[in-house]
């Protein structure tokens, strides 16, 4: 028997970007919360850099907006732009309002220290240490917890969102709920809410090298497109150029706030080479040092280039990069006296379900924030310390725009879970090779530098791979790795079928075949339509 929730909102994701929308909305309606693994767990704990807000009087908005559509090389929003960074402020006051510590520039200062990063043309980054994120996340937290209309359930995946046009074969879709699995239990619910909210962050685990967190695997993206939502500018993933080489360190980033201290990129000889890149150097926006340094690896034949800020005082790194300086402690390296080995990984998902200034994604009754949405803000190249901005600056106007709509009305019965024609899998280890097999070659021919033959080789091997996936899928019982391995796949076809429709190379997008902007038209996004009704439920 299939277990029913009914709630006002259901929310899928407790990073940032949901506890935030949550605790906007915990005042006027009960609240669900799901998370597919322990609730801090996702990309908003590990951010280490920080928020990016106009806080100095030598900075301005309209500086912060014109990096932000410098970075996107064109084809930002800039409406979304300005109403991020205009809202920019508030958010980061309201954070304050929570328990966010951050930093201040001394002990008894009533004036926060603000750091430089990648793309920006002023210090405006205001943050917690080199661990924002963790102070960020585990605050909302802790203050959901504590507040009676908002319910949390970990370990909790969502298979697929319930839509009225596949469960009462209206013409009108709208959105009714989720199917989730219990993991723990292996149990199917079935949660119901007038409002449902994707937050369940990028998908930076469709590639073998990532600083995201496992949970990282697209599973709202792909849920909204088979559901029926556009999904826009999949061709643009971010690497991020320094997460730390090391055989034991898996998925460790560092942070970008160590260039905007003077960290310089060096070859093993000792030789810098970013200045031969950019005119920024190691300030350069991110696309930019993580080609260059793939450039140099591959020049070379090297494994690794080195991020050095040794020259600093001893104390002054200790106390600005802790969590750093005590991870790169615990593999043997000393940042105050050596280099850090580093290469650049999957980190950042630009694209996503296509929303409106307020959250709403194609189908009503849904909406998207944070990683998981194409809000225009990013454009093809997100600017450092956007991300997190982004998460609070959207979710807090899809809570405006969801209080508007009070009182909810209750969505109809729907049919439960089916599993009747499926049986036990007896082994997982096609599972496991399949996701292997997907991360290595979304690696191999859909990375960093691409090609036209490196993409097609890519979304044939795709092919094999999801008929294997859907066969096994309609045959077996739900797990969750075969979720995740299923919502992978369908966002390396996005991912693949995007980056053969841009024929440029523009931000984080390059191809060897189209190496030059097209600027003979405005730019344009990449829309991706759904494929119906195949795959809705």
Same mark, same amino acid.
């Given at each position: ?39 801090? *767990? ?5 951010? +280490?850099? /920080?928020? $990016?807000?106009?806080? @100095?009087?030598?900075? &301005?908005?309209?500086? %912060? ?24 402020? *508030? ?5 304050? +309002?929570? /328990?966010? $510590?951050?930093?201040? @520039?001394?002990?008894? &200062?009533?004036?926060? %220290? ?424």
């Amino acid at each position: 028997m299939t277990t029913t929730h009914h709630c006002d909102i259901l929310i899928i994701g407790s990073g940032t970007a949901g506890l935030t929308l949550a605790l906007h909305m915990a005042d006027h309606a009960k609240v669900a919360v799901i998370s597919k693994g322990q609730l801090e *767990e996702g990309a908003s704990l590990y951010a +280490q850099g /920080g928020i $990016s807000v106009v806080l @100095d009087k030598t900075d &301005s908005i309209q500086s %912060h907006i014109d990096d932000t559509l410098r970075a996107g090389a064109g084809l930002c929003n800039e409406q979304a732009a300005r109403f991020t960074v205009e809202h920019a402020r *508030e958010n980061i006051e309201w954070l304050i +309002q929570q /328990g966010v $510590s951050f930093t201040r @520039d001394g002990v008894t &200062s009533q004036t926060y %220290h603000l750091t430089q990063e990648g793309g920006h043309s002023h210090r405006r980054i205001i943050h917690s240490a080199d661990a924002t994120g963790r102070e960020v996340e585990t605050t909302l937290l802790a203050k959901a917890r504590a507040h009676p209309n908002i319910e949390m359930f970990p370990y909790h995946i969502g298979i697929d969102l319930i839509t009225s046009r596949k469960q009462l074969g209206e013409q009108d879709n709208r959105c009714l709920g989720c199917y989730v699995l219990d993991i723990k239990h292996d149990e199917t619910k079935t949660f119901m809410a007038p409002v449902t909210v994707l937050a369940t962050g990028g998908a930076g685990k469709a590639y073998l090298y990532t600083s995201n967190p496992d949970v990282s695997t697209g599973d709202g993206i792909a849920m909204g497109w088979r559901a029926g939502c556009r999904v826009a500018n999949m061709e643009f993933i971010q690497f991020h150029p320094t997460c730390l080489f090391h055989p034991k360190a898996k998925s460790f980033l560092i942070s970008e706030a160590l260039r905007g201290e003077g960290a310089k990129l060096l070859l093993a000889n000792g030789e810098r080479f970013m200045d031969r890149f950019h005119p920024q150097a190691e300030l350069a926006p991110r696309d930019i040092v993580a080609r260059a340094i793939d450039h140099e690896m591959k020049r070379l034949g090297h494994d690794c280039v080195y991020l050095d800020i040794s020259h600093q005082p001893e104390a002054f790194i200790k106390s600005h990069f802790p969590t750093i300086y005590q991870r790169c402690k615990q593999f043997g390296i000393d940042i105050t006296k050596e280099p850090i080995p580093v290469v650049p990984a999957a980190h950042y998902t630009c694209g996503g379900i296509v929303t409106d200034l307020n959250g709403r994604t194609d189908i009503p009754g849904l909406y998207a924030v944070g990683e998981t949405a194409h809000t225009g803000l990013h454009g093809a190249n997100r600017m450092a310390s956007n991300s997190l901005l982004e998460c609070l600056v959207f979710a807090g106007a899809a809570a405006d725009d969801i209080k508007k709509q009070l009182p909810l009305a209750t969505p109809p019965a729907v049919r439960p879970w089916d599993a009747s024609q499926v049986y036990p899998a007896k082994e997982a280890i096609a599972i496991s090779h399949n996701w292997d097999e997907l991360r290595r070659f979304m690696w191999d021919y859909v990375g960093i530098v691409r090609t036209t033959e490196r993409l097609h080789k890519a979304r044939q091997r795709l092919n094999l791979l999801q008929n294997e996936i859907r066969e096994y899928y309609s045959q077996h019982h739900i797990s969750n790795d075969l979720l995740e391995l299923r919502n992978l796949a369908d966002v390396a076809e996005l991912i693949i079928t995007s980056a053969l429709l841009r024929k440029e190379s523009r931000g984080l997008h390059y191809t060897l075949d189209y190496p030059e902007q097209d600027n003979s038209h405005p730019p344009h996004d990449t829309i991706i339509e759904p494929r119906l009704p195949d795959h809705a439920v």
